[in-house]
């Protein structure tokens, strides 16, 4: 049978050579075998990318939340106790912590967004970084020329640059027709939310980012001087802050530009450390610290992209910070003069301020109300009351910012400066006034 099926094959192809009409009659046949193998094979082909894509998406899920989890049971202060270095911090995050490209760089291109564009630049990992950049339609005319430079003359071919505007606005004077031109003036802490945090928050949340590399350092002073390497974003319990920077100095920086020439901003050789929005900054003295020409006479430090949290991107929705013994005031004015007054200068877009609110609850309900009110002025509705202040005496640079104010036996204000925790606000007020609520 074996040799017959054999020879019988044989036979075929000798009369398919010998006689063409024979090929002609078992070619449909052939093609035909052809094509349901090809079908069979692209099925399968097609089954396979399916099976790995919706595996890859739910393992990449899972590899993240693991990710994340492992932070937080490894407890992100011995993570924050290791001396890093810029290279290995980089490495460490994009390579091994989130790999699954859930990363990106926050920029507004000053000098330590450019020397982290070059380190990323070099070690090859640039093209994994979603570069984002906030463009609050107020920027100097010098910074929008200089990042078209850069794209231009692709100083970092690699980079993947994403600019975020205020929503529904494209330009600077559709922006100031719905807000008004002195929006920044009347209330700083509603401008930086339009303008900066809402376009930030709404970048973060399209790239679905799980870390942001910052180029803040612990020199630049203010809310920066305890900057930890790996912080948890105080807007968002899963998302991180890798600051690569943490312990350079503005000398360091500025020695590494030079080094690798890179391209800067010119209005640095104008005078101006730190650059933002053009009424907001100031040029200053070469020994004046580093951010001292921004937000000049706003007393505020940071412009809200590392800082407020908006809950709500709707104008008017904001979180309610609750606080059941608290006197509600929109005027110094309204300030009572017949108790020691515990007064917090908060605003509910402020992720440091949601954070303590609880707190400064627990604090109050401590205190004994014969002795003390508790009074909140709410700095993003009412805006900085800075002649008040002048005429009391004190300023406010930050939210939250408690103050002691006693009218016996003599009028006095006292600043705290120590760590937003009950037990360190209720001692400093214990020793304030010499009581013991214990």
Excluded at 86 to 100: S, V
Aim: glycine content about 4%.
């Amino acid at each position: 049978m074996r040799s017959r099926s054999v020879n019988s094959s044989i036979n075929l192809r000798q009369a398919e050579h010998y006689c063409p009409s024979v090929a002609m009659m078992n070619e449909p046949r052939r093609s035909q075998r052809r094509k349901s193998s090809k079908g069979v094979l692209l099925i399968i082909v097609i089954i396979f990318v399916v099976f790995i894509f919706v595996n890859r998406r739910r393992f990449s899920h899972q590899k993240k939340q693991v990710i994340q989890e492992n932070i937080r049971d490894d407890h992100l202060a011995e993570l924050n106790k290791k001396e890093w270095g810029t290279d290995e911090l980089l490495r460490w995050a994009i390579e091994k912590q989130f790999p699954a490209g859930d990363i990106v760089q926050v920029t507004s291109f000053g000098l330590s967004g450019l020397v982290l564009l070059h380190k990323l630049s070099i070690l090859g990992l640039l093209h994994r970084v979603p570069i984002l950049s906030v463009d609050t339609l107020h920027l100097f005319n010098e910074t929008y020329r200089f990042i078209r430079k850069l794209q231009i003359q692709q100083t970092f071919p690699e980079m993947q640059l994403h600019m975020y505007k205020p929503k529904n606005h494209k330009t600077r004077t559709s922006f100031d027709t719905a807000y008004g031109t002195d929006l920044w003036q009347t209330n700083i802490e509603k401008y930086n939310a339009l303008s900066k945090t809402e376009p930030f928050n709404r970048a973060l949340n399209d790239f679905r980012a799980r870390a942001l590399i910052t180029g803040r350092r612990r020199s630049q002073g203010g809310e920066r001087t305890h900057l930890q390497p790996i912080e948890i974003d105080p807007t968002s319990s899963t998302r991180y802050k890798i600051n690569p920077l943490y312990y350079w100095t503005y000398q360091d920086v500025w020695d590494y530009i030079h080094l690798h020439h890179i391209p800067y901003n010119p209005l640095h050789d104008a005078g101006y450390k730190s650059i933002g929005d053009f009424m907001t900054t100031k040029p200053v003295d070469k020994d004046a610290p580093e951010r001292s020409g921004r937000f000049v006479g706003l007393n505020i430090t940071e412009c809200g992209i590392h800082k407020h949290n908006q809950e709500h991107h709707d104008e008017g929705k904001v979180a309610q910070l609750q606080c059941k013994r608290c006197l509600e005031v929109d005027s110094l004015d309204s300030l009572p003069n017949d108790h020691n007054i515990i007064l917090e200068f908060y605003s509910p877009l402020c992720g440091g301020c949601r954070a303590f609110a609880p707190i400064f609850d627990h604090v109050v309900d401590r205190l004994p109300p014969t002795k003390f009110q508790a009074v909140r002025y709410d700095t993003l509705k009412n805006g900085i009351p800075t002649d008040a202040m002048d005429i009391l005496g004190f300023q406010v640079k930050v939210t939250p910012s408690l103050f002691l104010i006693q009218n016996e036996p003599a009028f006095r204000v006292v600043q705290y400066r120590g760590k937003l925790q009950a037990t360190s606000v209720l001692k400093w007020l214990a020793d304030e006034v010499h009581e013991d609520f214990e």
